[in-house]
């Protein structure tokens, strides 16, 4: 089975430009979490989605949203984008809520 | 808050020895845990996850978990140079939110 897939790899954009992010999970998973990783903070959960609802949300402000399309492939969107939101994001997929969760090779983006 | 704890290291072993890797966690009703790689730059790699109490072996890594005294730690036999990495632990709560709580990861170095 082909692994997780994240679109794009790699992002430079500068302080309120909005960037939105894209996952497509391993077949036949069902759910798809996303979070942030940062040197500082390490890894930090911020949203999951199962059967296109979200069902759990990180501490993190409005700007960051996030969708799931009947194909379970997902995005993820930040709005007004600041400094601090420099970051690996990374897509983990599993077969369902609890399960062990498989990680994509992350976006890296860079906000100048 | 449920918290998962890591040395962060780095530890440093010699090649062939073996590295232990320990994580503490908070929620004493957790049932699931893992143990992720992650090399500079990259995204987390499963290595294995563990559910009962005792010894769980894949190859050269054994994870054991210990669930009275709340740890879980991981075991690297024959360590190689190409072990060095992060190891993040990971373990998902009771409660019902099946979001798995990561540790800030444990930096392990082999040294020829």
């Known amino acids: 089975k082909a692994g997780v897939t994240q679109t794009p790899r790699y992002l430079i954009k500068t302080r309120g430009q909005q960037v939105t992010l894209s996952c497509s999970p391993i077949s036949g998973h069902r759910s798809v979490s996303w979070y942030q990783q940062t040197p500082g903070q390490g890894l930090q959960f911020l949203f999951e989605y199962f059967s296109e609802t979200q069902r759990n949300k990180g501490n993190f402000p409005g700007r960051f949203s996030g969708r799931q399309f009947s194909n379970s492939r997902s995005e993820m969107n930040v709005s007004t984008l600041e400094l601090g939101d420099s970051a690996l994001y990374l897509c983990?997929?599993?077969?369902?809520?609890?399960?062990?969760?498989?990680f994509g090779p992350g976006t890296r983006l860079l906000v100048l | 808050q449920k918290e998962v704890e890591q040395n962060s290291g780095p530890l440093s072993v010699p090649e062939g020895a073996i590295a232990s890797l320990n994580c503490t966690y908070s929620?004493?009703?957790?049932?699931?845990f893992f143990w992720y790689r992650q090399y500079s730059g990259k995204s987390p790699e499963l290595i294995m996850s563990?559910?009962?109490?005792g010894d769980k072996e894949d190859g050269r890594f054994t994870a054991q978990l210990n669930k009275a005294s709340q740890y879980v730690s991981l075991l690297i036999r024959d360590s190689q140079p190409s072990d060095s990495a992060t190891y993040l632990c990971?373990?998902?709560?009771?409660?019902?939110?099946?979001?798995?709580?990561f540790g800030r990861g444990t930096s392990l170095i082999v040294h020829p």
């Open positions: 563990i559910y009962s109490n």
């Open positions: 983990a997929s599993s077969p369902s809520q609890g399960e062990t969760q498989y």
């Open positions: 990971a373990v998902i709560p009771a409660g019902g939110s099946y979001i798995p709580t």
């Open positions: 929620d004493r009703g957790s049932q699931s």
